[in-house]
């Protein structure tokens, strides 16, 4: 079985979703390939299209959080959005490619490549198997405008606000955000702190900043340092904000404490050896911090999706998300010293959260291409 897996650097959450169906599909022997699927217009048009994303949401994300509700606004009022005709012109270059190659299945865990199959279905072109994977635990807009053979939703509680938005109901199926398997492994703490060279008695915080750094770390690493009396240990994770990353350094140049990172590929093991995680609620990283079942502190969302991400979370108990600073280095202090309250996350978070979305989605496909070759031989 070969499958493609299409995603868009727009945030770091589809990718990591695609990342981690694409190991769950070649360990179970299936070739599988994964690529922004911008590229094939040319790298200059992928990396403007992650450049312009990267900067709103850094520089002015109540402007993204606006676009967001203009995207709802939109999605109530027509079926074919600007979005849907931007991605049609990825069309012509993506049907080269599918000439070229011979794929049983195409996998999207981004709505824009999704929105090209749709227009590339209705245009007459013969697709194999389709299949859509939401990152965020809401229903995002234009989802709806696209036609896909099965849409994976991240939860059984989305599925009627799915439903209501115009998707159709026999085509969704709740298998969860496909996280990488390394999220699920049996590393005990004190195995992990010792790999990474963190240390073994002391309260570790992890305080993430997402892939493209957003959120303010400065402040509040300021403040669950001050909060805690210098007393703890604090993993300080910048992403790809590099300006963050050297601020941090010069602040905390000396503490032994203290460990700031870029990006990291050792995100699994960072989760398992830490007491606590801090992360604005992206899809992504919060069904990570779940499946690692880690007490999770939401801090401030991109407004859009992630506001969706953080009520989910925080109604079912797998969270905790105070409005200010102040009051989130509190809340994650205080969370540490009930043992009451931490089980009661985490169990939230294993009934919730499944580890195995990625084995799911993957069964899902072969049953999914295995259904359609005995379509085709009973039609020969």
Known sequence: MKVLILSCNTGGGHNAAGFALKEQLEARGHQAVFFDYLTLAGEKVSKR???????????????????????????????????????????????????????????????????????????GFDLPLTIAVMTDYTCIPFWEETCCDYYIAPHKDLIPQCVRRGIPKEKLIPAGIPVSSRFSMKTGRKKARELLGLPLEKQVYLIIGGSMGAGNLQKLAARIWKENERDVSMVLICGSNEKVCEKLEKKYRGEEDIFILGKTNKMPLYMKACDIVYTKPGGLTSTEAAVSEIPLVHTSEIPGCETENRRFFKRLGMCISPKSIKEQARAGKKLLTSKEGMEKMKKSQRLNIPKDAAEKITILIEEGIQKRSCLCENQK
């Open 49 to 123: 299209v992650e450049d312009v994303y990267v900067n709103v949401v850094k520089e002015v994300p109540h402007a993204f959080g606006a676009a967001y509700k203009a995207g709802m606004a939109v999605s109530r009022i027509t079926k074919k959005s600007p979005v849907y005709y931007i991605n049609g012109k990825m069309a012509k270059y993506l049907e080269t490619y599918l000439e070229r190659e011979d794929f049983d299945a195409i996998v999207m865990p981004h709505l824009y490549p999704a929105e090209t199959i749709t227009y590339m279905k209705r245009k």
